[in-house]
């Protein structure tokens, strides 16, 4: 079983930098690892993946040069680097972990995956 924690959220203001955190138990050194958001009267959205041993990563268009997705296995962290953050950005993010092969596309993760209760990111314009 796994267990996912984010923290660091808050309210910035636009042009602002966050970093959010995901603290996993149990073995997710073998787990790809996933951020994604959900707004207000939308659905989920995918923002950053990265293998396991993070080699590979993938950002969704919108975030491309403005986030870093990264990991820790000592930890059992995974984090996300939001810099140059706009109001668009505010959602609830939420962490996800995968089991199995990270390809060349970002892992298809669905609801039967690890997911954390989320953290709320508010951008002020």
């Known amino acids: 079983q796994v267990q996912l924690v984010e923290s660091g959220g808050g309210l910035v203001q636009a042009g602002d930098s966050l970093r959010l955190s995901c603290i996993a138990s149990g073995r997710t050194i073998s787990y790809a690892m996933g951020w994604f958001r959900q707004a207000p009267g939308k659905e989920r959205e995918f923002v950053a993946s990265?293998?396991?041993?993070?080699?590979?990563?993938h950002y969704a268009d919108s975030v491309k040069g403005r986030f870093t997705i990264s990991r820790d296995n000592a930890k059992n962290t995974v984090y996300l680097q939001m810099n140059s953050l706009k109001p668009e950005d505010t959602a609830v993010y939420y962490c996800?972990?995968?089991?199995?092969?990270?390809?060349?596309?970002?892992?298809?993760?669905?609801?039967?995956?690890?997911w954390g209760q989320g953290t709320q990111v508010t951008v002020s314009s």
């Open positions: 996800a972990a995968r089991d199995g092969v990270y390809g060349s596309a970002p892992p298809p993760f669905n609801d039967d995956d690890y």
């Open positions: 990265i293998s396991r041993r993070g080699g590979r990563s």
